[in-house]
């Protein structure tokens, strides 16, 4: 099955930045979501954004400060993430999704490896 390749992660302080990528391949035209899971906890959806048109959906906790979008001449997702806390710590993935909303969204693809996005004081 079609994986596809996150990166961008890395270790920031509360109230920093960072950028995830996602490398959609030759799914540019499918819906793609970004997941996370921390230790211990199920994987929960994100966000996610429609492969065209560009309509984006957010889960409560990141609604305001992270941002999806996606450059399809790349073939990549983007997850800008600012005002970072520490319960945004865990490892994110992304896939294509069915559907564009957070709370509902399933993967069509396999998970990848992930990013991990450590914020620590």
């Known amino acids: 099955q079609v994986q596809l390749v996150e990166s961008g992660g890395g270790l920031v302080h509360p109230g920093g930045s960072l950028r995830l990528s996602c490398a959609t391949s030759y799914l540019v035209y499918y819906a793609i979501g970004w997941f996370r899971q921390a230790p211990g906890k199920e994987r929960e959806g994100v966000s996610c954004i429609s492969g065209e048109h560009e309509s984006t959906d957010y889960s409560d906790s990141v609604k305001g400060r992270f941002t999806i979008s996606r450059d399809n001449a790349k073939k990549t997702v983007y997850l800008q993430m600012n005002s970072l806390k520490p319960e945004d710590t865990a490892q994110y993935y992304c896939?294509?999704?069915?559907?564009?909303?957070?709370?509902?969204?399933?993967?069509?693809?396999?998970w990848g490896q992930g990013t991990q996005v450590t914020v620590f004081s």
């Open positions: 896939a294509a999704v069915d559907s564009l909303n957070v709370a509902t969204m399933r993967p069509l693809t396999s």
